[in-house]
């Protein structure tokens, strides 16, 4: 699986050229990243990691195949967004099919560049946001929570979990927090998600600075650090011109520009990465000859769970998965070495994968 992540922003604040950045990067990978458009506003693009190139070269994989990270352009936030100005209600369900949101932040000052609002405040335009998708969750609530009293009277014991977890989406919404400050237990996990709350989803904020301030970010997006981490929120710093700019050259023109701008890496990379970090992410790797793949869980899976990422038919008749930890596969130059220096483990259906695991599953049919 890899994940959707919704971009959010004010007019002119730089979503489109960032998003747009996006597609181009991924129509010019080469052919083992290809890039697609489900839609005209969702980008499916390949998630950067050195750890599969490695693997493949020594196994000598005929392919790599990266795992995938969905990029949604949530068209139609303006300031009264959940009363339906702009695309209203399409937005809002645009953005519930996403697994976090990312609010693009204006964080650079332009004359030529109008802000909806007539300034450049981050921390403000993030506060517009939060608002729009906290008044729509209380409508949401309000409706249901009239739509289900019937079945609440009657006993019915889902009925009764959700009113109460409804009610406590919207003391918390009234008392003017997102839903995701809400303290649930693990026996409530899997019905509040089904809530679908549009502020329980985990929120990056992505500061978009000028050329200038893309290695050490600036003033606007040191606001926005503060006010993330202050919600418990992430923050990254990128300049959407510059991906703009890096998205049209070759991939060795685009390592000369980094270097000339002080960059370690693309702005998009610290994205995704910051992404994966987010929803509490990781990647395991299975590597042969024919192909070199990365897969995405969630951390803490278990082996079964993690062979049924690849086919519901390995989880459901899993034996066992025979397992190399990556930093082992490398140091000793594959699976048959590392095989041989007691480095491949067999482990059962209690096994929890780590980051980077190569494994192989064993399984009925």
Partial sequence: MGFRMGIVGLPNVGKSTLFNALTRTAAAQAANFPFCTIEPNVGDVAVPDVRLDKLAAIASSQNIIPARMTFVDIAGLVKGASQGEGLGNQFLANIRETDAIAHVLRCFEDGDVTHVEGRVDPVADADVIE???MLADLESLEKRLAGIVRKVRGGDKEAV?????????VAALEDGKPARTVGVDEDDAKAWKMLQLLTAKPVLYVCNVDEGSSATGNEFSAKVA???AAQGNAHVVISAQIEEEISQLSDEDATMFLEE?????????RLIRAGYELLALQTYFTV??????????KEGTGAPQAAGVIHGDFERGFIRAETIAYDDFIALG??????EAGKMRAEGKGYTVKDGDVLHFLFNT
Avoid: N, V, Y
């Fill in 226 to 228: 503060e006010m993330a």
């Fill in 288 to 297: 042969g000859p024919k192909e070199a793949r990365a897969w995405t869980i």
């Fill in 131 to 133: 608002t729009e998708l």
């Fill in 334 to 339: 594959g699976e048959a070495a590392a095989k």
């Fill in 161 to 169: 979990q959700q009113e109460r977890l409804m009610k406590m989406a």
């Fill in 261 to 269: 701008m002080g960059l370690e890496e693309a702005g998009l990379d």
